[in-house]
């Protein structure tokens, strides 16, 4: 082993080795032990949120999160798959409800997206294409209503499992005090 990395989890690693696997994500490669904070290669694009009246199914009387996400065409950079490879722009919307835990979730989505976590370029499987803007391991709420296989609501683990899910991707709770909620 040349040059030799121990990780605060105990494992060792030649220090080119994990400075390669840290480019992608910033945990130990063996146990998966967070090292840091993890970023990801989400191309350049804006989120913006709102507050609308209407009720989401399962969510009576509190109105429902707006959130907006835009991106620009542009060329993958060396952090995508196929650099200089050009990539199409959209806009998606997604919905929360208004409520305490809605605005806790929308919270902890303003720290993915500061740490370019939310979208990656890759494959997308809808659309049957490579170099295109896709989701990034974190499920959004695309639709009002249609339940959990039209990506809507009622969902009643939906915020549960979006949590988990930002959880896996490094963002927690504490990262809400350090980094407060506004994009």
Same mark, same amino acid.
């Given at each position: 082993?040349? @040059?030799?990395?121990?990780?605060?989890?105990? #494992?060792?690693?030649?220090?080119?080795?994990?400075?390669? %696997?840290? +480019?992608?994500?910033?945990?130990?490669?063996?146990? +998966?032990?967070?090292?840091?904070?993890?970023?990801?290669?989400?191309?350049?694009?804006?989120?913006?949120?709102?507050?609308?009246?209407?009720?989401?199914?399962?969510?009576?009387?509190?109105?429902?999160?707006?959130?907006?996400? @835009?991106?620009? !065409? !542009? #060329?993958?950079?060396?952090?995508?798959? @196929?650099?200089?490879?050009?990539?199409?722009?959209?806009?998606?919307?997604?919905?929360?409800?208004?409520?305490?835990?809605?605005?806790?979730?929308?919270?902890?989505?303003?720290?993915?997206?500061?740490?370019?976590?939310?979208?990656?370029?890759?494959?997308?499987?809808?659309?049957?294409?490579?170099?295109?803007?896709?989701?990034?391991?974190?499920? #959004?709420?695309?639709?009002?209503?249609?339940?959990?296989?039209?990506?809507?609501?009622?969902?009643?683990?939906?915020?549960?499992?979006?949590?988990?899910?930002?959880?896996?991707?490094?963002?927690?709770?504490?990262?809400?005090?350090?980094?407060? %909620? %506004?994009?």
């Amino acid at each position: 082993m040349t @040059d030799p990395v121990k990780l605060k989890c105990g #494992h060792q690693f030649c220090k080119q080795c994990v400075d390669k %696997s840290f +480019k992608i994500k910033a945990v130990c490669p063996v146990c +998966k032990m967070k090292c840091g904070v993890i970023t990801g290669n989400m191309p350049p694009g804006t989120m913006r949120d709102r507050v609308d009246y209407f009720d989401l199914h399962g969510y009576k009387g509190c109105g429902t999160i707006v959130i907006t996400y @835009d991106f620009n !065409g !542009g #060329h993958q950079t060396e952090e995508h798959p @196929d650099p200089g490879q050009w990539y199409r722009g959209f806009t998606r919307t997604a919905y929360l409800p208004n409520n305490a835990e809605g605005q806790k979730v929308l919270s902890l989505l303003k720290v993915a997206w500061k740490r370019r976590l939310t979208f990656t370029i890759g494959r997308s499987v809808t659309m049957g294409r490579d170099s295109c803007i896709t989701w990034n391991e974190i499920h #959004h709420k695309t639709n009002t209503s249609g339940g959990p296989t039209n990506h809507g609501y009622p969902d009643p683990d939906y915020l549960r499992r979006v949590q988990e899910e930002l959880a896996d991707q490094g963002v927690t709770e504490e990262d809400l005090g350090a980094t407060g %909620s %506004s994009v």
